[in-house]
């Protein structure tokens, strides 16, 4: 199934196309009027050059004024291989469809709503024959099963034509035109960007990253470079004054050699406020009684970190190199 692109926005077409798969691009006088184009021909032209089809509306009351503007519009150095001309479905329109089609252009005749009017166009011999879901479906008919009957009569009378699910409105619009089998849709792009999305592929696909994160980071390219340190010797509201000015949920504490002694956290200063009440500040570090700290050395993975986390049920690990300070690894460094 050919997959075009819906609209006039340039920005839009620029982005659409960096996919790299899309088979063309379907245009309006109606859209481009939105974007509040003027020049049309020099806006066609910049178009040709940086899609790979280009499906154009050519207007006119009669076949023949309808030809004329084709050939126009061909005129200003547009490759008839590569475009297509659009036309509304009407006597006129489809008896212009042969008349361009003898000469080798590619039409789509469009604004199809019933099925006699895509049997006329298919008759006429056009390329794309181009049934509005979106419109149809507003004016509360059925138009998948319009679609459905285009392309069974495609298929059971042999035209060689392809029939284009166009005015999409939802995603689900897209499921349907698969379903039905149709040669040809054309999507906008906010409703194109929706078709890889889903929720259990997002879930799967961050966890995925997350854990290629652990096997293949370590520990000193975590790290933020801050190494919270203070003295044995500091007193406790000095040391909670550090714990802001770090930005971390606890600090290493260090002996005259710079061998840490134990971790301060803001945990450890809550529950000392709340045995000991406020006297407990003007205390030195030295006078609080600290176990051996839960390190790891940055070249540690991630992944042991990880381990390591989940064994000691702890929010922060001290980050050792040679056994000596130089950060700390919070858990939220982890993602």
Do not use: W
Request: aromatic letters at 6%; glycine letters at 6%.
């Amino acid at each position: 199934m050919e997959l075009y692109l819906d609209s006039a926005n340039l920005k839009e077409i620029e982005e659409g196309f960096k996919l790299g798969f899309l088979d063309g691009l379907t245009t309006t006088p109606t859209f481009m009027q939105r974007e509040g184009i003027t020049d049309i021909d020099g806006t066609i032209v910049k178009l040709s050059k940086i899609v790979p089809v280009l499906q154009i509306e050519a207007l006119g009351n009669t076949a023949e004024e309808i030809l004329k503007e084709a050939e126009r519009q061909l005129a200003l150095g547009l490759d008839k291989n590569k475009t297509v001309f659009k036309i509304p479905v009407s006597l006129e329109g489809v008896r212009a469809c042969k008349m361009l089609r003898n000469k080798g252009l590619l039409v789509n005749v469009h604004l199809v709503y019933t099925l006699q009017q895509a049997y006329m166009a298919m008759q006429a011999g056009a390329t794309y024959v181009c049934p509005l879901v979106g419109r149809l479906q507003d004016q509360g008919h059925d138009a998948l099963a319009l679609v459905e009957q285009c392309v069974d009569a495609v298929e059971y009378y042999g035209y060689d034509t392809k029939i284009m699910f166009s005015s999409v409105r939802n995603v689900e619009h897209v499921r349907n035109a698969i379903n039905i089998g149709v040669h040809t849709i054309t999507v906008p792009l906010k409703i194109m960007k929706q078709l890889t999305e889903n929720n259990f592929t997002t879930v799967g696909t961050e966890q995925f990253i997350a854990d290629t994160r652990l096997m293949t980071v370590r520990v000193k390219e975590a790290i933020n470079g801050i190494n919270p340190l203070v003295t044995a010797d500091t007193n406790i509201a000095d040391a909670t004054i550090k714990l802001t000015e770090y930005g971390f949920g606890a600090i290493t504490v260090v002996d005259k050699n710079n061998q840490a002694i134990g971790v301060f956290t803001d945990g450890t200063l809550r529950r000392l406020i709340a045995e000991k009440g406020r006297d407990i500040l003007s205390k030195k570090l030295s006078d609080l009684s600290f176990s051996a700290p839960f390190s790891i050395e940055t070249s540690a993975l991630l992944n042991d970190a990880s381990v390591l986390f989940k064994k000691t049920n702890v929010d922060t690990l001290l980050v050792t190199e040679n056994g000596k300070p130089v950060g700390m690894l919070d858990i939220q460094d982890m993602k």
